[in-house]
């Protein structure tokens, strides 16, 4: 398959340069900067793009990448510190900018580049960097600039070497798919019309000759990646995947349900439920600390999941929905994903297990998974749900668990979802959940005093998890969510609305 290689230089938009080129169907991936010339020319790359980085290419310990690479006969891209790199290594001269250019530049495009096919004139681009190539190498020319003077394009068709100043993978940048798609399709060469779709035979066969006729167990949450990697696995295996989900008391209205109608009854899967409830509940008694909680879930569930996985005599590897954010070997000041993961992750799982690990999603990004389920016939509703965290309500019901504040949080959010869903805003959102605080307030019913619990509507819109914004829902329906948890749900009496974007806040409150 054809690939194009993407070398890491720590730049924070690494994964986004990635991410762009597989939505325009060309398969890449990425490689730390100091890969060997050796193992990239053994992978026969159609081009390979330098990332931008927060270094200075006269840092003492600057990363470069293997020089071969340039001889290779293969086009490279440099992005942002990638262009310096070219620069600086091919005889250019680069210097500190007077001041940092960070945020929005004017560009002028020059003719003739294959970078800017069918794009020209003057548009924004996104810049970010302290250094500036002020002399273009010998045999390079400059083909876009930013004001009069500064060079922000330049390339050297004849040895296929490109630069660009600025990022075009950001998504503030126009016409920057373009330039990514010029750059694979008409300087690369590259024919290919990559879809996940198309790893999908070959994932198939992987999955069944690591089983190799044993069987896999698969920690099953319902959420996006465990059902799809499920799926794949039980193309491969059949019956040989054998399916856990832990109830841990924690789900939110219909989850459970959800699981056994979707799995075993309509897909027709080995799934064994084992319902943990009371030992959680048992062991959050008078817990009130929000990290204590998630720490006692954890262990809880690797200790359920283990004895449940006991059972299954023959099984000897362990099926998980890795992502490819989560396996990239980067330079890059942690990700989003390694950052959200670390505090996320209920697992632990594969360490204490001493099992192999088969992982068919390794290769994918989050959308490209829901892609692929979609061609594996998931139904929509389980490829298209919000986010929902490891230690589920536990971290919604403020302080103490108890099965009384359980039972009015599961089922206000029941309803906060079901009129979110008529209103058709669910897919709008990221995530939509309520939050039980632990606090009464007073409110009048009828003719009597109440004295009752609060519920805190959350709803947020969000690419990634990392930053949010909260969600501007319509008056009437936020008036509809209201008035029905308020007159249905016993023990609450009044409901508010969270306004708070992320950062400074989190997501979830606790
Ligand atoms: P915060 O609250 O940190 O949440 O803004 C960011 C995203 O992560 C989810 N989240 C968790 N997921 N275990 C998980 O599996 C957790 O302990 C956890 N805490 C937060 C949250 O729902 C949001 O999508």
Redesign the pocket.
Known sequence: MDQILILDFGSQYTQLIARRLRSLRVYCEILPFSTPAADIRARAPKGIILSGGPSSVYDQSAPKPDAAIYKMGVPVLGVCYGMQLLAHEHGGKVSKAAKREYGLSKLTVLKGSSIFKGISGSFSVWMSHGDEVKKVPAGFRVTARAGSADISAMENPGAGLYAVQFHPEVHHTEHGTKMLENFARSVCGYKERWSPASFLAGSIAEIKRQAGGKSVICGLSGGVDSSVAAVLAHRAIGKKLRCIFVDTGLLRAGDRERMTEVFRDKFGYSLKIADASALFLGRLKGVTSPERK?KI??HTFIEVFDREAKKISDAAYLLQGTLYPDVIESVSVKGPSAV??S????GGLPAKMKMGLIEPLRYFFKDEVRELGRSLKIPEPVLMQ??????GLA?RVLGEVTPERLKILREADRLMREEIQAAGWYSKI??A?CVLLPVRSVGVMGDERSYEYTIALRCVS?VD??T?DWSKLPHDLMHKISSRIVSEVRGVNRVVYDITS?PP??????
Not at 343 to 346: G, M, P, Y
Not at 386 to 391: T, V
């Open positions: 998630r879930i954890g959200i993961k505090h996320h992750n209920v919000h986010p929902f965290p490891g230690p971290i990221w995530q959940f969000s998890g990392m949010a992320k806040a989190t997501i979830e409150w606790e």
